[in-house]
T-cell receptor, first 112, second 113 residues
């Protein structure tokens, strides 16, 4: 079961770019890397997913180096509403498809 | 839009009661999950199901059971609720393909007195 390590918390100011790095040394060949966002009293919400190199969508970018042992979620020009917990996950190579290990996540706080 | 619904947002039960938490998804997803979330511990997987009547234990199955009689519905059962089961319970579903997006319900905050 591939587990991840990410900072417990990060602080930023409005308008700045935020980069959250996640370590996943035991990632398996067929595993994807996925990031979720969670606001208080809500379920997590999918942000972005990638396998290698760089992926970009309307919300964020995901950078994955060639060895895939880490990944970086990049949030451009954050606002107060980006204050949330961010989870980095990798897919499980176990017998059941779809299982993911969430870990404790990174609490991002954006200040005015 | 995919929708995952949970039967209650807030629930208060007494120690020893049998508790049912219901989850329904409307996207014909094969896999469904139950997590609990506690401060500082992130999401921990209780049980998951990859098909009707199929289930597998997650990381913390003790004190819980599940039922999946229909593809769209996955129930979490606390046979005899205890105070240490006070938590936020989250249900999720995902299509069968690896790497698919998990869709979460709004959560049920359960308090056991």
């Amino acid at each position: 079961l591939a587990k991840t390590t990410q900072p417990i918390s990060m602080d930023s100011y409005e308008g700045q770019e935020v980069n959250i790095t996640c370590s996943h040394n035991n990632i398996a060949t067929n595993d994807y890397i996925t990031w979720y966002q969670q606001f208080p009293s809500q379920g997590p919400r999918f942000i972005i997913q990638g396998y290698k190199t760089k992926v970009t969508n309307e919300v964020a970018s995901l950078f994955i180096p060639a060895d895939r042992k880490s990944s970086t979620l990049s949030l451009p020009r954050v606002s107060l509403s980006d204050t949330a917990v961010y989870y980095c996950l990798v897919g499980d190579r176990g017998s059941t498809l779809g299982r993911l290990y969430f870990g404790r996540g990174t609490q991002l706080t954006v200040w005015p | 839009d995919v929708k995952v619904t949970q039967s209650s947002r807030y629930l208060v039960k007494r120690t020893g009661e049998k508790v049912f938490l219901e989850c329904v998804q409307d996207m014909d997803h094969e896999n469904m999950f139950w997590y609990r979330q506690d401060p500082g511990l992130g999401l921990r997987l209780i049980y998951f199901s990859y098909d009707v009547k199929m289930k597998e234990k997650g990381d913390i199955p003790e004190g819980y059971s599940v039922s999946r009689e229909k593809k769209e519905r996955f129930s979490l059962i606390l046979e005899s609720a205890s105070t240490n089961q006070t938590s936020m319970y989250l249900c999720a579903s995902i299509q069968k393909e690896r790497g698919g997006e998990q869709f979460f319900g709004p959560g049920t905050r359960l308090t056991v007195l």
